[in-house]
């Protein structure tokens, strides 16, 4: 197969480019791709939703798809997440939860209505969880049987370190679901070389196909041995996946169209050289945003160790004439649409790396930031010393 780089199309009809993590900015063929009405038990419908799961099966590399397996799960990324734990977490399982971020507190929360027991590792806004704080807290209480953890926590944009979480969970003779709602597509997640027993991402992140479904890939094993685990009906993925493989039919009422758009971005996403492809374009996109801001004198949050290909936090300048609100509506209208930051210390914003954009789109976001801060009347973009002595606390 031939590899082409993507070719990015400008935003129609003055549509902003979505700087944001998911819902992001699509192509035309795959926003195209939902103009067709489909029977959900039709055979060309089941052969759209096989086609599908064999794709992102492909995404696993060698030996994946011979071990685990993929189940669609309508609904946005929190309903596969909700899914996942609830299908694979046994009622007598307990439960480490690794939280840097909001979407980990999501998951402590989800555990708390699922009624599972957990401990719950809080590490704030942005610290990662490390290896040995996992083989620690697991080594003092037996009764943990699982451990979850978030792969790029997007509320700040690190890139968690679930090579040495796997290691040390596996050590411990515990199992590992991730998530990995933001990273997967662009980040490699190969069990081959990172052991984990489940994890999710959905339809609208680095696949970059339209919000709709969610999907979780388990080990057949692991599914196998789920039969009943679950407290939902709509969200067993156990089900899900013995319906499907009996019939090639969803349980419920498939997103037909957003699985129609999701083919063709996964077309699009092998044309471009599956996961090392996307993950480059992305990494050139952020390392082009990331240099052009701080060119500006904007600094990051995170050191580059941690930065992640998918989002990027960035410190709101110290200036008195820095208002959020008013950045936002600048870049806004300059063709830009940011992300609030979700910082409890200090004020953030985030800029996002994945959709359809490549680095000559990202060159244009800095020559637009600039553009917003000298119409702020912005000096200067350096960030308070409250936000380098909260950095200073993370590790290179
Ligand atoms: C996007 C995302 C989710 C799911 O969020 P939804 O709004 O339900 O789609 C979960 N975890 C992470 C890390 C995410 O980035």
């Not at 759209?48 to 030996?63: A, C, F, N």
Request: charged content about 25%; aromatic content about 8%.
């Amino acid at each position: 197969m031939t590899v082409k780089p993507a070719e990015i199309e400008p935003p129609r009809l003055g549509e902003p480019y979505l700087l944001t993590p998911g819902p992001l900015t699509t192509s035309y063929a795959v926003k195209e791709a939902m103009l067709r009405d489909w029977g959900s038990w039709d055979a060309d419908f089941r052969a759209m939703t096989r086609e599908v799961r064999s794709r992102l099966l492909d995404m696993l590399g060698e030996g994946g798809a011979d071990d685990f397996d993929c189940v669609p799960m309508q609904g946005s990324g929190s309903f596969a997440v909700e899914s996942m734990l609830g299908t694979f977490l046994p009622a007598d399982s307990k439960t480490l939860v690794l939280a840097n971020g909001a979407y980990g507190m999501r998951t402590a929360k989800t555990m708390e209505y699922l009624g599972r027991d957990f401990i719950l590792l809080d590490k704030g806004d942005y610290l990662p969880p490390r290896g040995d704080e996992v083989t620690q807290i697991l080594a003092d209480d037996p009764a943990i049987t699982h451990v979850v953890a978030i792969h790029c926590e997007t509320s700040s944009g690190i890139l968690n370190p679930v090579e040495e979480i796997s290691r040390a969970t596996y050590a411990a003779g515990r199992k590992l679901l991730i998530d990995s709602m933001s990273a997967f597509g662009a980040v490699e997640l190969r069990p081959s070389e990172i052991r984990y027993e489940a994890m999710v991402s959905s339809a609208n992140k680095c696949v970059e196909g339209v919000p709709g479904f969610g999907f979780v890939i388990a080990r057949k094993s692991e599914l196998i041995a789920a039969k009943g685990n679950c407290h939902s009906l709509s969200l067993d993925a156990e089900a899900q996946w013995s319906h499907m493989e009996k019939t090639g039919q969803w349980r419920f009422t498939p997103p037909t169209h957003v699985v129609a758009a999701f083919l063709e971005a996964l077309r699009a996403h092998a044309d471009e050289g599956g996961v090392p492809g996307r993950g480059s374009r992305y990494t050139r996109n952020r390392d082009v945003v990331v240099a052009g801001m701080r060119d500006l004198g904007f600094e990051t949050l995170l050191k580059d160790r941690w930065l992640s290909p998918i989002i990027v936090t960035f410190f709101c300048p110290a200036s008195p004439a820095f208002e959020f609100e008013r950045f936002y509506d600048l870049m806004k209208t300059k063709g830009f649409i940011i992300y609030p930051g979700k910082l409890t210390v200090v004020d953030s914003f985030r800029i996002g790396c994945i959709g359809q954009m490549d680095e000559h789109v990202m060159r244009q976001v800095v020559t637009a930031a600039a553009q917003a801060l000298s119409e702020m009347g912005v000096n200067d973009a350096s960030p308070p010393q409250a936000a380098l002595d909260e950095r200073a606390k993370l590790a290179a």
